[in-house]
Every structure is written in structure tokens, then in C-alpha cells.
């Protein structure tokens, strides 16, 4: 019985884990699918996470502003600064052809430097607090229904509802829509497209803008779910770059990208509860935060061996 | 007749000049936040001078923070010769400084210094090597992008070091650190300590500057560097030409992570004498940054390190103006941003010197015009077109 109650301690909390990854792979998947390789999903993330710790917390200082309401905004304004932060990416990898993997760097690196440089001037240790996050709450009907119920529908947060049906409407528009198709092309056979009249230059932006938004909402998901803090000293710990990974271990497919996902985030939840359970409480705490890790490559080296990046991924056009 | 051709022709912006505008431009943003929280960038660049420069310990302290900066720079740039991109430096870094740290705590203390150093240095610059070297073989042949598996690799060192600390090194008064190096044990020489006043400068600097030497040696002299470059610029010419491309991809990073490795030892006994549970360096990333804006030759890796150790350094002597030490790595992240789009400047320095060598080259016109000279003007020696467009300035006015 015990078994049972690690479960549904565990599963829970992945799916909380899951939805900020699953948000900043499925940026990476709309960038990397109309062909601009981003490695700038952990700045994004990490930029989203700060603007909307420093809106939440200005908004719910003010006296009788309601808290949930500074929660939306906080959202808005992260995805809105993180779209506005993807831009300098986009510009540098579409405009002016220049290697994206180092764009992408620099693009991390500077939303590291500004974010601390913004939260000292904020608070002075650059630690925000928000004053409370979301509140968790079960959804009618379903969470009563037995087994999948406690498992999944019981005390969930809204903003995880959210991102399901982003990630579901994104599948409809990438594969469904002759938009979709436009933007794929573009990452597969850039010239092709532009014959048919497309323009490939603006296919690209709104494809590295949608990862600005999604991952600025997936990071915006880590401070107002589970978090409840941005931390200027461990940011995000580099859960941008396991999202890059899963959009890799998920072939690029949204249905693949959810599944590694929620892997990624099984493990982190393996990795940052163990302690919590006697039937880890012998392993090594390096062992426990090494895991998310290892079953990383070793997922990487399963499934990278017949790729199937989208082949203009990566070339300027 | 070949050196006449070359000269009549516009300059084209060089390396140097494209990274030298990137860090002007980076400066130029670091003013910007500074003005933007109403404080006085020149105050900013004074105490950031004045911490780094003003005295022979800062000097010291600057030129050891450089220390780890170089080699890993070196490390970031070694990779890119062939293509691949290390951003495991930090990962690398850790796994030499635990070897390192492990070596000097076992080994026994009445070791002859001859002797010690060397074994230092070699399994910290194997350990890091070892791990490079996972990056490779995976991106060799299992077709993992390096890029994602230095940056999980970088997260199992830092679990490592995380369990290997209280494992085998711990300080049993902070149970956070290893116990530190004794001074016999660590890179640091008395004689270098009473020179600079006590700094942290260390053997690890002479180490940094031997290593500069041999990776220039390698990629510019040996056929091992020939063959890695050319890994680098076209792995299908390469291929074509008989050259092993899986090979010189592993060979390539076990090169990167050794000397990311070397960084780790000269910084966790060397530079400082503990290391810290939960705490991945920062100096990988640094490194990137070091290897880009030295347009990754080794002697311009070797200035952008000091450079950046003059920045990393002099920002400690902000805290007293109240600008935030962080600009120091917000104007780094700018040089990065600009090197990275480097087109624009080179298009800007292309631009000016294409026209001020169409203004010359009419004023040559108009002096040739004057004097009755009828022999046209690519049969003109690099004098005679200096000394023309000077004559046809006047002319033209």
C-alpha cells in the first residue's frame, strides 16, 4: 500500500514538473521546425521566470489587488518579455546569418546577466519572493473517478491545463493547417518554400517569437506552480536545456515531446522527492540528482542515432 | 604586379578590429544600464580599473582569476577548430579540480614539489580529458549533439563532486567544503606570492601560457591540427580526403576537456585551496565568451581572457557606488551578442573603408589628370597611389 501512496505523491508533482519543460520544448519545436536551431530555451525560460517573479511580486504589494489576477498578469508579462528577448535571437540567426548556437549562447548568457543584474537592483539579495503562487485545486467530476482521478485530476494547478491545451492546439496547427505546413517546410526545404511564394524570413520569426512565448510561459509555470521564488543564485538549473533534450528525445514530434517530457519530469520529481520516501532514503543524494541526468543521455543515445531533425534546422536562408 | 593588385583594392575589416568594436559596443551597453539606474558609468569604469590594475596584488589577483579563463578559452577554441562546440567546460573544469583536490589530500605531504606538481596536473588534465572525451565518443558514434551532452555531463559532474566532497575530502567544521589544501600542496609559490603581495597568481598562470604555446603549436604546425581544422570547415571534404572524422571529433574533445581540466586544477589548488558542494563554475561559460572574442586564435584567446580578468576582477570595487557587480557580466554577455552577429560590424568597417577608398581612388584620378599621366591605375605601386591620392586631395578640393 505503500507503493500506492508513492504514486500518488509522485505523479502529481511530475505532471507540475512536466508542464514547464513540456512549454519550453514545444518552443523549441516551433523555432527548430521552421529552421532557426535554438539553444537559447534556458535563457527564455530563465527571462519569463524573472519578469513575472518581479510583476507578481510589485502587483501583490499593492494593498486589495487581488492575488490571483497578479498571477495572470505575471504570466502575460513574462511571456510578452521573453517574446521581446527571442527577437534579439531571431534578428542575429535570420537577418544576419550568424552561427545560432553561439546566438543562442549569447542570448543565454545575457539573460543570466540581466536578470541578476535587475533582480539586485529589485531586492538587493536577488531573491524574489512571491507572496503566494497558484493554489492547487481539484478539477469537478474527473477527479473523482477512480485510479486516474487522485493521479491526475485531484489538486492540480490551472496554469497545467493551460499548457495541455497549447500544446494541443499547437499539434493541430502544425499538422493541420496549411500554416503548419508553410512553417515545417521551411525547416526541411527553406528554397522550396520561398518558390512557392512564401515568405521564409517571416515563417522564421513567428517560429522563434512562438518559442519566446511558450518558453517564457513555461518559465513563468515554474515560478507560480511549484517553485514560488526566483532564485538568482541556481536559476532555472538548466531544466531549458533538458527541454532541448526532450525536444530531441521526442524526435521533434509533439505527441514524442510530451512523452520525454514527462519523463524529464518523473525523474526531476525521482530527484528531488527521493529523501522524502523510504524506499530511496539509501541512495546517495548525488546519485538521486545525478538520475534526471543520466536517463537524459542515455535517452539521447538511444534515440538520437536515426534522427529526425528537421533537415534546414541550423542553415540560414 | 601581385602586390599592386592587392593594395588597390578597399581594406577588409579584420578580426581583431570586428572584436575590439564588439567590446567598445559591450561598453557602450554596460553605460546604458549603469545611467539606467541614474548612476555614473565613468565612476563604474574607474573602480573597475582601479580594483583590477592599481596595485601589484590586484594585478596578481587579476592575472590568476585570468589563469582559468585562458585554459578554458583555449579548451572552447581548441573544440571549434574542429566544429564542435564545448560548452562543458564547467562539467570539465569540475572533474579536474575533484581529481586534483583528491590528489592533494592523499598524496603524501613530504612528496618532493618536482615531483607532486607534475602528478597534479596530469590527472587533473586526464580527468577532465575523460570527460571531453564521453562527449565526443557519444557525438562520434551515437550521433548525440554535443551541445546537449556537455550540458548533462556538467550536471553529473556537479553530482559527482556533490558526493565525492564529503566522501573523501570533507572539512569536518563546514560540512559544505573540502578541507583546504595545505600551501605545500597547492599550484601557489612563495616566491610569486611575496612578488604580488599575497594574490592568488599562481604556477597555474605559467601553465596557462605553456599551453597557450602548444595548442598554437598543434593547430597551426602539426598534420593533427591540419586534420582537425579541416574536420572543422568541411567534414565531407575532410572525409573525402582520407581523414577519420569520428576519430578527430573524440580526439578533438579529449583535447578540450584535458585542458578544462588543467583550468580545474590551477582554480580549485591553485587559485582557491576548497571546493564547494553545489557549485557549478561559472567560468565555462566565461570561457566561451573568452574563445569567441579571441576569434578563437590562441593569442587572441590569451588577451580576452585578461581582459575579461580585468572585468571579472575590478567589478569586486563596485560595491561601494551601488552598481551592481553583475554589469561585469552583463557587458560580457554584450561582447558575446556582438560577436555573434559580427556581420554587422564587418559590414560597417567594410562600408567605411570601401568608401574612403573610392574617395582616394578619385583623387588618384584627379592628380593623374593634372600631372599627364596616362598610365592606368592599377599599374600604380602602393607609394606612388599613397602619394597620388595625397597630391589629388588638394586637386579635388
Not at chain 1, 272 to 282: A, L, R, Y
Not at chain 2, 221 to 227: D, I, Q, Y
Not at chain 2, 303 to 331: N, Q, R
Request: one cysteine or more.
Amino acid at each position: 500500500m505503500e507503493f500506492w501512496s508513492v504514486v500518488t505523491t509522485i505523479i502529481p508533482s511530475a505532471v507540475a514538473y512536466t508542464m514547464p519543460i513540456l512549454m519550453g520544448a514545444l518552443g523549441g519545436l516551433y523555432s527548430e521546425r521552421s529552421g532557426v536551431t535554438n539553444l537559447c530555451i534556458e535563457g527564455l525560460m530563465l527571462f519569463g521566470c524573472f519578469a513575472s517573479a518581479a510583476t507578481i511580486v510589485k502587483l501583490q504589494a499593492i494593498p486589495g489587488f487581488s492575488y490571483s489576477l497578479a498571477i495572470v498578469l505575471g504570466i502575460v508579462v513574462a511571456m510578452a518579455s521573453s517574446a521581446l528577448l527571442s527577437l534579439l535571437h531571431a534578428f542575429a540567426s535570420i537577418n544576419l546569418k550568424s552561427n545560432q548556437v553561439i546566438s543562442g549562447t549569447a542570448i543565454n548568457m545575457l539573460s543570466t546577466a540581466v536578470t541578476l543584474f535587475l533582480a539586485q537592483t529589485i531586492t538587493g539579495s536577488g531573491n524574489i519572493t512571491i507572496v503566494r503562487g497558484i493554489i492547487r485545486s481539484d478539477v469537478p467530476v474527473l477527479s473523482h473517478i477512480p485510479l486516474l482521478g487522485p493521479l491526475f485530476f485531484s489538486r492540480t494547478y490551472w496554469t497545467t491545463w493551460i499548457c495541455l491545451v497549447l500544446w494541443g492546439l499547437s499539434w493541430f496547427l502544425l499538422y493541420r493547417t496549411s500554416f503548419g505546413l508553410r512553417l515545417r517546410a521551411c525547416g526541411e526545404h527553406p528554397s522550396a518554400v520561398a518558390s512557392a511564394g512564401v515568405n521564409v524570413h517571416r515563417m522564421r520569426y513567428i517560429g522563434v517569437i512562438a518559442s519566446g512565448l511558450l518558453s517564457g510561459l513555461g518559465g513563468a509555470c515554474i515560478l507560480v506552480t511549484y517553485a514560488g521564488e526566483y532564485n538568482a543564485g541556481s536559476g532555472i538549473n538548466g531544466l531549458g536545456f533538458l527541454a532541448i533534450a526532450a525536444l530531441i528525445f521526442g524526435q521533434w514530434k509533439p505527441l514524442g515531446i510530451l512523452g520525454s517530457t514527462f519523463f524529464f519530469g518523473l525523474c526531476m520529481t525521482i530527484a528531488n522527492m527521493g529523501k522524502v520516501f523510504s524506499v530511496f532514503q539509501n541512495i546517495p543524494a548525488g546519485y538521486l540528482g545525478m538520475f534526471p541526468y543520466v536517463a537524459t543521455l542515455v535517452a539521447l543515445i538511444l534515440s538520437s542515432r536515426k534522427s529526425a531533425a528537421p533537415l534546414a534546422s541550423g542553415e540560414p536562408f | 604586379m601581385r602586390k599592386n593588385l592587392r593594395t588597390l583594392e578597399a581594406r577588409k575589416a579584420s578580426p581583431f578590429l570586428v572584436s575590439i568594436s564588439a567590446v567598445f559596443l559591450g561598453i557602450i551597453a554596460g553605460s546604458v544600464f549603469i545611467l539606467l539606474i541614474g548612476k555614473n558609468p565613468f565612476v563604474g569604469f574607474e573602480k573597475i580599473l582601479f580594483g583590477a590594475l592599481s596595485s601589484s596584488r590586484r594585478i596578481g589577483n587579476t592575472l590568476g582569476m585570468s589563469t582559468q579563463l585562458v585554459l578554458i578559452g583555449l579548451s572552447v577554441a581548441f573544440a571549434f577548430k574542429t566544429g564542435l562546440f564545448n560548452i562543458g567546460a564547467s562539467g570539465q573544469m569540475l572533474m579536474g579540480g575533484i581529481t586534483g583536490s583528491i590528489v592533494a589530500y592523499y598524496l603524501p605531504m613530504d612528496m618532493p614539489r618536482v615531483l607532486y606538481l607534475p602528478i597534479l596536473v596530469i590527472t587533473a588534465g586526464l580527468a577532465g580529458a575523460l570527460w571531453g572525451f564521453i562527449s565526443g565518443f557519444l557525438k562520434a558514434k551515437f550521433n548525440v549533439h554535443e551541445v546537449v551532452s556537455t550540458i548533462m555531463l556538467n550536471w553529473i559532474a556537479y553530482w559527482i563532486v556533490y558526493d565525492f566532497i564529503p566522501r573523501f575530502i570533507i572539512d569536518p567544521t563546514i560540512s559544505v567544503k573540502s578541507k583546504p589544501i595545505p600551501l605545500e600542496h597547492t599550484l601557489r609559490a612563495e616566491w610569486l606570492r611575496s612578488l604580488t603581495g599575497f594574490s592568488t597568481l599562481n604556477y597555474g598562470f605559467f601553465l596557462a601560457v605553456i599551453m597557450t604555446v602548444v595548442v598554437w603549436f598543434i593547430l597551426t604546425k602539426t598534420t593533427l591540427g591540419f586534420s582537425l581544422k579541416a574536420v572543422g570547415s568541411n567534414r565531407f571534404c575532410a572525409e573525402y580526403a582520407g581523414i577519420k572524422v569520428s576519430s578527430s571529433i573524440m580526439i578533438s574533445m579529449a583535447v578540450a576537456g584535458a585542458l578544462s581540466g588543467l583550468a580545474g586544477a590551477t582554480y580549485y589548488c591553485g587559485y582557491s585551496e576548497i571546493m564547494e558542494m553545489g557549485k557549478m563554475p561559472n567560468e565555462g561559460f566565461d570561457g566561451i565568451a573568452v574563445a569567441l572574442l579571441g576569434n578563437c586564435s590562441p593569442v587572441g584567446v590569451f588577451f580576452a581572457a585578461v581582459f575579461f580578468g580585468i572585468l571579472k576582477m575590478g567589478k569586486g570595487s563596485l560595491a561601494a557606488t551601488g552598481i551592481p557587480t553583475e554589469i561585469a557580466d552583463t557587458i560580457i554577455a554584450t561582447v558575446i551578442y556582438f560577436t555573434a552577429t559580427n556581420v554587422i560590424l564587418a559590414n560597417f568597417w567594410n562600408e567605411r573603408f570601401r568608401k574612403s577608398f573610392s574617395r582616394k581612388e578619385e583623387a588618384v584620378l584627379a592628380a593623374m589628370k593634372a600631372n599627364g599621366d596616362t598610365r592606368s591605375p592599377g599599374e600604380l605601386s602602393q607609394d606612388e597611389f599613397r602619394k597620388l591620392s595625397r597630391e589629388g586631395r588638394k586637386e579635388v578640393k
